[in-house]
């Protein structure tokens, strides 16, 4: 009887320790999920904050991109204008300087022409006057 008692004893004291460590796996288990959990929510929260970071790092950089490019391109813009004004201008100053040349050139050689039309008339006029003087007096 006595054997039967303690063998029935060491039994529940089995059962006991069994259920205790069965119980003490299911907390380590529990503990380890949770850990898990855990440290999988820090992660991801992490890696979003990361993203999250880098992508208004990225959109900063694509603006600043954005503005500098559309900066350069006004510049370029306002240069070529600019530079197509100054030509504009430069040619018609030296076509209107041109043409004030040849106006003064033509002017020139019309006022020549002129003066040449009129010492010819005179010269013409005076030996014309100087054979009727000399025809008048002769007869």
Known sequence: MFTLTAISTL???VKLLSLLFLLALVVVEVVVVVVVVVVVVVVVVVVVVVVII???KVAVVVA???VAVVVVVV???VVVVVV???VVVVVVVVVVVVL?????VVVVVVVVVVIFVVV????VVAVVLVVVV???VVV
């Open 54 to 56: 880098i992508t208004i």
């Open 134 to 136: 000399v025809i008048v």
């Open 84 to 86: 197509i004004v100054v």
């Open 120 to 123: 010819l008339v005179v010269v």
């Open 100 to 104: 004030v040349i040849v106006v003064v």
């Open 64 to 66: 600043v991109t954005v």
């Open 75 to 77: 510049v370029v813009v």
């Open 11 to 13: 039994n529940k004291s």
